[in-house]
């Protein structure tokens, strides 16, 4: 005790090496927030983050077009199908019944039409043959009317010519009459665009179609996930019974809180972390666009602000991001995922809400497009082998 009071006496000064360290930190602490001044200035007033983001995607719902009975189910929750491939298939008998009576009504009705047209050339053959009948009575009437004038015949035999010369002529009309008719039917049409057929072919397209929408194919490529439909189950139409999600086609929703829109605009490059990889990888995006409104102002029980105590809750707004192609192919990522968003702002020129009238996002499948050309083509093919 003695020493330590000769050595630091009360009321003393510190020693050097206590002075030596305050001076050190006060140093460190100086360059730290010089440091971080610099850095709010340089990088810090131009990033916006949250980590209220989310792997988002489009979830393709699956339904049939007709009603009917489940026979075969060739895809389960966590496959990976193409477009187009058959996922449900449903009990197609009546489908083929009505399909095979289609196609003998078009077949008949081709042939009906084939004998109106040999019907035409028929009235035709008949209108000349009964010209002539009017030609020959009219000679004939002329010869006796010669006769008649020497006293060779009588007048009773003439007004038989005449009735004859009457008779050929109401023959003569009625045959025309009849070509008129058997005109009607096919003129300026062929067999395949006569009236009959195509309304034949109309039905045997319904039926075609009907019986091809038995097999429920994927509208899109993806991972099968929330399959409901069981085997002998009878659906009807819309009802939904897997989705499909396609993977290659992500994006995230960052809800930002509403003090943060200011400086984010359109096209703004992004930087994501994944919780799934952690910081091992870093995806990159730009930003496409912001909601029309906050997250509550959709909400299925919006809030009631006009009525009862009001209390301020800061609102956020979703941003939607898109993500780089390769990097999902490379890392893939699934929906739901949490992300950590960081948005670089530096660049403010861009719009902040789009304002143009070409939407920027569109999706199509063609999987269901050929239905009606196969069917033509069976159509045609009827035509063919009955005309």
Same mark, same amino acid.
């Given at each position: 005790?003695?020493?330590?009071?000769?050595?630091?006496?009360?009321?003393?000064?510190?020693?050097?090496?206590?002075?030596?360290?305050?001076?050190?930190?006060?140093?460190?602490? /100086? %360059?730290? &927030?010089? +440091?971080? $001044?610099?850095?709010?200035? !340089? #990088?810090? *007033?131009? @990033?916006?983050?949250?980590?209220?983001?989310?792997?988002?995607?489009?979830?393709?719902?699956?339904?049939?077009?007709?009603?009917?009975?489940?026979?075969?189910?060739?895809?389960?929750?966590?496959?990976?199908?193409?477009?187009?491939?058959?996922?449900?298939?449903?009990?197609?008998?009546?489908?083929? /019944? %009505?399909? &095979?009576? +289609?196609? $003998?009504?078009?077949?008949? !009705? #081709?042939? *009906?039409? @084939?004998?109106?047209?040999?019907?035409?050339?028929?009235?035709?053959?008949?209108?000349?043959?009964?010209?002539?009948?009017?030609?020959?009575?009219?000679?004939?009437?002329?010869?006796?009317?010669?006769?008649?004038?020497?006293?060779?015949?009588?007048?009773?035999?003439?007004?038989?010519?005449?009735?004859?010369?009457? &008779?050929?002529?109401? $023959?003569?009309?009625?045959?025309?009459?009849?070509?008129?008719?058997?005109?009607?039917?096919?003129?300026?049409?062929?067999?395949?665009?006569?009236?009959?057929?195509?309304?034949?072919?109309?039905?045997?397209?319904?039926?075609?179609?009907?019986?091809?929408?038995?097999?429920?194919?994927?509208?899109?490529?993806?991972?099968?996930?929330?399959?409901?439909?069981?085997?002998?189950?009878?659906?009807?139409?819309?009802?939904?019974?897997?989705?499909?999600?396609?993977?290659?086609?992500?994006?995230?929703?960052?809800?930002?809180?509403?003090?943060?829109?200011?400086?984010?605009?359109?096209?703004?490059?992004?930087?994501?972390?994944?919780?799934?990889?952690?910081?091992?990888?870093?995806?990159?995006?730009?930003?496409?666009?912001?909601?029309?409104?906050?997250?509550?102002?959709?909400?299925?029980?919006?809030?009631?602000?006009?009525?009862?105590?009001?209390?301020?809750?800061?609102?956020?707004?979703?941003?939607?991001?898109?993500?780089?192609?390769?990097?999902?192919?490379?890392?893939?990522?699934?929906?739901?995922?949490?992300?950590?968003?960081?948005?670089?702002?530096?660049?403010?020129?861009?719009?902040?809400?789009?304002?143009?009238?070409?939407?920027?996002?569109?999706?199509?499948?063609?999987?269901?497009?050929?239905?009606?050309?196969?069917?033509?083509?069976?159509?045609?093919?009827?035509?063919?082998?009955?005309?």
């Amino acid at each position: 005790m003695k020493s330590q009071d000769a050595t630091l006496p009360p009321g003393g000064p510190p020693p050097r090496s206590a002075l030596l360290g305050r001076v050190a930190l006060g140093v460190l602490g /100086l %360059a730290a &927030a010089v +440091a971080l $001044a610099v850095y709010w200035l !340089t #990088v810090g *007033q131009f @990033r916006e983050s949250t980590e209220d983001a989310y792997v988002d995607g489009n979830v393709v719902s699956v339904t049939a077009q007709v009603s009917g009975v489940v026979t075969a189910i060739r895809a389960d929750d966590t496959d990976f199908v193409r477009a187009g491939h058959p996922l449900v298939l449903l009990d197609d008998t009546d489908a083929r /019944l %009505a399909l &095979a009576r +289609a196609k $003998a009504q078009l077949a008949r !009705t #081709v042939r *009906q039409v @084939r004998a109106q047209y040999a019907a035409v050339g028929q009235t035709q053959a008949n209108l000349a043959m009964r010209e002539v009948d009017l030609a020959r009575a009219r000679a004939d009437l002329a010869h006796r009317h010669e006769l008649l004038a020497s006293g060779a015949i009588s007048g009773e035999e003439v007004r038989h010519a005449e009735q004859a010369v009457r &008779a050929a002529t109401a $023959a003569r009309d009625a045959a025309r009459e009849q070509l008129a008719g058997s005109r009607a039917l096919v003129d300026r049409a062929s067999i395949a665009t006569q009236p009959d057929v195509l309304a034949a072919a109309s039905q045997l397209r319904d039926a075609y179609v009907a019986a091809y929408r038995t097999d429920v194919p994927a509208p899109v490529s993806g991972m099968v996930a929330g399959r409901h439909v069981q085997l002998g189950q009878k659906i009807a139409p819309g009802v939904p019974l897997m989705s499909v999600v396609p993977l290659d086609h992500l994006w995230v929703e960052a809800n930002f809180k509403e003090s943060q829109l200011r400086h984010l605009r359109i096209g703004q490059p992004v930087t994501l972390t994944a919780d799934v990889y952690g910081g091992e990888v870093i995806y990159h995006g730009s930003v496409v666009g912001q909601d029309a409104g906050t997250g509550s102002a959709f909400s299925l029980l919006p809030a009631q602000n006009a009525t009862g105590n009001w209390i301020k809750v800061v609102q956020r707004v979703p941003i939607r991001i898109a993500l780089d192609p390769r990097q999902v192919a490379a890392h893939p990522l699934q929906l739901g995922l949490s992300m950590r968003v960081t948005v670089d702002t530096r660049e403010r020129n861009g719009e902040r809400l789009a304002s143009t009238g070409t939407p920027a996002h569109g999706y199509h499948t063609d999987v269901f497009a050929h239905q009606l050309a196969d069917a033509d083509a069976l159509v045609q093919q009827v035509i063919q082998a009955n005309r």
